[in-house]
């Protein structure tokens, strides 16, 4: 390409609405360059179409240029109209409303004057795109508020990955079947929040089979001691009777002495099995108490692991992708057309 046909994002937006799959390759890129930046501690600040150049390779993200600093573009993020200084979620905002231009053609705010542009950046909704699937990754990136928007680019990129997939599976060539809007297809993101979902009911039943054998235990613990105490008292009342029968001072016959023997030495032998069992339990319960710790940290576990699924699911994504990329490989002859819309 000669020097005459480098261009900015801005210079090749005027020419009038990207692609679906060139915008996506453009943003894909755009993002990682910002996740470069942010991983360095380093925030850019002034993310605009001018300021992104397209060249053979791809992309380059400019440094902002002096005169841009402090200036109020379609792009800067509500928060720097409050004096705050712009951070990896500001970059966030500018990417957001960056991509919503090159899939539409237009702006997502404007204003003819600044007083205006302000009020609609602070102010106005987000526009739709006409794609539920891109709505939701724009909604996330230009949220007025920067406390509950995305947080960082490596979530974007996971997103992306997931539109450039529905793309990819819609081009020709990429299969039989009724075409549809690319970027309408949701698939992709259902299963892996039904597989979640899954996942958490599972821990939930785990939790509750659990809590369940720990009342039983309790229940049944209870109820020996209960027995227990029962039988003692009931001993102890045929004790007093049979003092009683023999007038308070007497002896009892042979009979009565063996048959008062053998009781006694029945509730002795119960009161030391229960006694045993009491120990026995006491011990299970124990145990019990020391895997139910153990299980409890296999769940904080596996949730913090579900916590990071940005990773699971990028790489499920890149999965699907190298996969999808074999089949068009052995499906399409044209390898050269395809490569311009892979994403590096």
Not at 77 to 102: K, T, Y
Not at 160 to 180: D, I, Q
Not at 204 to 217: I, P, T
Not at 282 to 296: C, F, G, S
Request: aromatic fraction near 4%; hydrophobic fraction near 35%.
């Amino acid at each position: 390409m000669a020097s005459t046909d480098f261009k900015t994002l801005a210079q090749r937006i005027s020419e009038g609405r990207i692609p679906v799959a060139e915008a996506l390759r453009y943003a894909m890129l755009l993002a990682e360059s910002l996740r470069r930046i942010h991983d360095s501690g380093k925030v850019h600040g002034a993310v605009t179409p001018i300021n992104i150049s397209l060249t053979p390779g791809g992309l380059d993200l400019l440094p902002a240029p002096d005169w841009t600093t402090g200036a109020i573009t379609p792009y800067t993020a509500p928060e720097i109209f409050d004096g705050r200084e712009p951070d990896c979620r500001s970059d966030v905002f500018s990417f957001g409303a960056v991509l919503f231009e090159m899939l539409t053609g237009r702006r997502a705010f404007e204003g003819e004057t600044r007083v205006s542009l302000v009020a609609n950046i602070t102010h106005s909704p987000t526009p739709s795109s006409g794609s539920a699937a891109v709505d939701r990754l724009l909604g996330s990136c230009l949220t007025k508020n920067s406390d509950t928007r995305t947080p960082r680019m490596q979530k974007v990129i996971m997103e992306l990955k997931l539109l450039t997939v529905a793309a990819r599976r819609t081009e020709p060539g990429s299969g039989p079947g009724v075409r549809r809007d690319p970027l309408d297809s949701t698939s992709l993101r259902t299963e892996m929040q039904q597989l979640e979902g899954r996942i958490a009911e599972r821990f939930q039943a785990q939790e509750r089979a659990v809590a369940d054998l720990q009342r039983s235990l309790d229940d049944t613990v209870g109820s020996l001691k209960i027995q227990l105490a029962a039988m003692t008292a009931e001993f102890a009342a045929a004790r007093t009777r049979a003092g009683s029968s023999t007038g308070g001072g007497g002896t009892l016959d042979g009979g009565s002495t063996e048959r008062v023997q053998n009781a006694e030495r029945r509730v002795e032998e119960m009161r030391q099995y229960l006694s045993r069992f009491e120990r026995d339990m006491a011990a299970d319960l124990v145990d019990i108490e020391n895997n139910l710790k153990v299980h409890d940290a296999a769940i904080e576990s596996a949730r913090t692991a579900m916590s990071q699924t940005d990773d699971l699911v990028e790489r499920v994504v890149e999965a699907l992708e190298s996969l999808q990329s074999a089949v068009l490989d052995q499906g399409s002859p044209s390898t050269t057309e395809r490569s311009a819309f892979a994403v590096n």
